[in-house]
């Protein structure tokens, strides 16, 4: 059997915890065991934040819908550039042009 150097275990595991550091999670507060997120919206949700070794209690939600706008909020609104002035495609027959009905042509 092939085994790996305790170094590279150690070095394999610090990336994982390292990489996993900051993650969020909701927590609904009801009794009992925690099921799915769809099971209970209405009820109030604890967001944690994972340390490494435990989870933190960092806030707190009203309903899920409240909580996946924490947890996944939506991406920035990318602004485009305002436009400039072009100047108009004059006729011929250039790379990246229309191409002109066959009457038309030279």
């Given at each position: ?60 939600a009203d ?41 038309e042509r030279?």
């Amino acid at each position: 059997m092939h085994e790996e150097p305790l170094e590279d275990w150690a070095r394999r595991r610090e990336e994982r915890q390292a990489a996993a550091k900051g993650k969020l999670r909701a927590v609904p507060l009801t009794q009992g065991p925690h099921r799915g997120a769809h099971v209970d919206p209405d009820a109030p949700r604890v967001i944690q934040r994972w340390t490494g070794t435990e989870w933190e209690t960092v806030g707190l939600a009203d309903d899920l819908a409240a909580a996946k706008a924490l947890l996944h909020p939506p991406p920035p609104v990318e602004e485009k550039p305002a436009e400039w002035d072009r100047p108009a495609l004059g006729k011929g027959r250039g790379r990246h042009r229309k191409p002109s009905p066959a009457d038309e042509r030279d």
